[in-house]
Nanobody, 125 residues
Framework: QVQLLESGGGSVQAGGSLRLSCAAS????????MGWYRQAAGKEREGVAA????????YYVDSVKGRFTISRDNVKKTLYLQMNSLKPEDTAMYYC??????????????????WGKGTLVTISS
């Protein structure tokens, strides 16, 4: 079992930055590819960023490329999402997830093995 706990959400103005963290409960975290998803009110959950097991390759949805950076620290068993130049349309509940690399890097949310409970990000204009 892998338990995931997100933190770092909050309310900021457009153009600001936030750094999300996702702490994993167990060492087998290193066996999983990891991803960040978000779900805005009334919308479907969408993949935002993904990273391979060692942090060598990263993947982003077009809407966040150049603004968001995903990273992981396998010693601390923690996943990060640095979010810069935030926009009101980034407002959503953000979730971290762990799963098989083929599913994670393709942002296939149905294929994830583990999910965190989410952290809320609100961007005001």
């Amino acid at each position: 079992q892998v338990q995931l706990l997100e933190s770092g959400g909050g309310s900021v103005q457009a153009g600001g930055s936030l750094r999300l963290s996702c702490a994993a409960s167990t060492g087998i975290y290193n066996s999983y590819c990891m991803g960040w998803y978000r779900q805005a009110a009334g919308k479907e959950r969408e993949g935002v960023a993904a990273i391979d097991r060692i942090g060598g390759r990263t993947y982003y949805v077009d809407s966040v490329k150049g603004r968001f950076t995903i990273s992981r620290d396998n010693v601390k068993k923690t996943l990060y999402l640095q979010m810069n130049s935030l926009k009101p349309e980034d407002t959503a509940m953000y979730y971290c997830a762990a799963g098989p690399c083929g599913e994670v890097t393709m942002f296939k949310s149905d294929g994830m093995d583990y999910w965190g409970k989410g952290t809320l990000v609100t961007i005001s204009s």
